[in-house]
């Protein structure tokens, strides 16, 4: 056979064998990945951990100050691989690889999240009503009923939380007066320091986290929350609250406390919009796509989320069968996971995504 068939040939069948990263690479089992490039009538085979920081750089935009940093950035980055591939293993009804947070330390990127863990009930708010069950839908999703805005960025602050509060106002706004407004994270993140004064340091502190709970009390008492055009994200802590009360567009009127049994929790999205919900965010460092449903999740909650909806035909190798899911939007931007979007399987508290879960009514501003 002609060399160059059978380094194709060789190359093809690694490529069936291996699952795909997320910069659309192929990488296989092994410590040393092998992925296909070709240079005009010849086939190289590279190391996939070199190959992978350099496609990971392009495509972030990443750049380090000095070649110390580099190494150790690089370094990090081949620790994440190996991540990348237990997670594989672990939680094969997924797709894992190459994602922005790759040069991250684990202690790096829970502080990047930004949720407070220890979880309160704040003086305003009440359990959640029971509501009827019987005739939810199989599957639902409010990005189909024009309840949720674009994917937005948090960037390098830790306001997973106010993006999580932000969306759930936005989908309850959107139910009181059919307009779709994109709700301002930065002026829960300048104005938004509510605190539980029997708990020292629970303040909702910016880029240094807070709670979506805490942070609808804020929203309460201070009337609403402004455009984001008028009040723009910059992803950082202000030294001074902009907040003006004259520009408020959505409003709450109310915000519950939704138990942990799941068919409640799918009743109160169909009937109240987008929820807040906390998770455990370990797998989303490495995720890309499907649907995760991990063997082993710790259910410490560390990042704030929307949850959109749901869907009942999502496979899961490690039931074997059809796995019902959570639609989560994501504030990590649309190149992250599936345009910004997460598929957790429903059904057990999955990482930890049913036990702090919030509903919020809005004022019709009309």
């Not at 109240?272 to 710790?298: E, K, R």
């Not at 994501?330 to 990482?351: H, L, R």
Request: glycine residues 10%; negative net charge; charged residues 25%.
């Amino acid at each position: 056979m002609d060399r160059r068939l059978f380094l194709l040939f060789v190359v093809s069948l690694l490529a069936v064998s291996s699952f795909v990263s997320g910069d659309g690479d192929f990488a296989g089992d092994g410590d040393d990945v092998i992925i296909r490039q070709v240079i005009g009538d010849e086939i190289q085979l590279l190391s996939t951990e070199e190959h992978h920081f350099g496609v990971f750089k392009r495509k972030f935009g990443k750049s380090y100050a000095s070649q110390e940093e580099h190494d150790y950035r690089f370094s990090v980055f081949k620790a994440n691989m190996r991540r990348a591939k237990r997670h594989q293993k672990l939680d094969p009804s997924a797709v894992h690889g190459v994602t922005q947070f790759f040069d991250m330390t684990s202690s790096e990127f829970r502080r990047h999240l930004g949720l407070r863990s220890r979880l309160r009930f704040p003086a305003d708010a009440s359990k959640a009503p029971i509501l009827p069950t019987s005739d939810l839908p199989d599957d639902f999703d409010w990005r189909d009923h024009g309840a949720v805005t674009d994917v937005k960025d948090q960037g390098s602050c830790g306001s997973c939380w106010s993006f999580s509060t932000t969306g759930a106002l936005e989908g309850a706004n959107f139910l009181a007066t059919r307009k779709l407004e994109s709700l301002s994270e930065q002026q829960l993140v300048d104005c938004d320091h509510e605190c539980d004064p029997e708990e020292e340091g629970s303040c909702d502190s910016g880029c240094n986290g807070g709670l979506m709970n805490s942070a609808f009390e804020y929203t309460l008492k201070a009337g609403g929350l402004m455009r984001e055009e008028d009040y723009p994200y910059t992803g950082s802590d202000a030294r001074s609250c902009k907040f003006d009360k004259n520009k408020v567009v959505a409003s709450v009127s109310n915000f519950n406390i939704v138990s942990l049994d799941e068919d409640q929790i799918a009743a109160n999205l169909v009937k109240h919009g987008p929820l807040a919900v906390a998770i455990n965010a370990a797998y989303m460092q490495t995720y890309v796509g499907g649907v995760s449903c991990p063997y082993l999740c710790s259910k410490r909650l560390d990042h704030g989320v929307l949850l959109v909806g749901y869907g009942s035909g999502g496979y899961s190798q490690t039931r074997m069968k059809e796995k019902p899911y959570w639609i989560i939007k994501n504030s990590w931007g649309p190149k992250w996971g599936e345009n910004g979007y997460y598929k957790i399987c429903k059904g057990d508290n999955v990482c930890g995504v049913d036990s702090m879960v919030s509903t919020v009514v809005a004022v019709d501003r009309h």
